[in-house]
C-alpha cells in the first residue's frame, strides 16, 4: 500500500465584501440625500426671500431644514454603522442557569432564523 502524507487543506481567502442591504441602504440614502439637497438649493433662496419681514416663520423653515438635515445625517449614520457585519442565518442568545451550589452559569445558544 502505498504510503499517503497528511492531506493539508487549503485556505481560502476572505474577502471582504459589502453586504446586499448595505448596498439597498446606501443606494437608498444616496437618493434621498441628492433629492433633498435639489430641493433645498432650488426652494431655499426664494422661501427665505419671501419670508423676509415674517422672522418667526424663517426661523420655522430654517428649523425644519436643520431637522432634515439631522434625520439625512442619521440616515447616513445607520447606513455606515453595518457595512461590514456579515448577515446571520442565527441569532445568538445566553441562557442562565444557577447550579446547586448557588453560582450561576451562562451557556450560548444559537437559534436558527427561518
Request: aromatic share 10%; hydrophobic share 50%.
Amino acid at each position: 500500500m502505498p504510503d499517503i502524507g497528511p492531506i493539508t487543506a487549503a485556505r481560502a481567502a476572505i474577502v471582504p465584501t459589502f453586504s446586499k442591504q448595505f448596498i439597498l441602504r446606501f443606494v437608498l440614502s444616496l437618493l434621498l440625500t441628492s433629492a433633498d439637497a435639489d430641493v433645498i438649493l432650488t426652494f431655499a433662496p426664494s422661501v427665505f426671500s419671501a419670508l423676509f419681514n415674517a422672522p418667526i416663520l424663517r426661523a420655522a423653515f430654517a428649523i425644519l431644514i436643520l431637522g432634515l438635515i439631522a434625520s439625512l445625517a442619521r440616515m447616513w449614520f445607520l447606513t455606515f454603522r453595518l457595512r461590514r457585519s456579515p448577515p446571520s442565518s442565527h441569532s445568538q442568545i445566553q441562557t442562565g442557569r444557577r447550579d446547586h451550589d448557588g453560582t450561576q452559569s451562562w451557556k450560548d445558544v444559537r437559534i436558527p432564523i427561518v
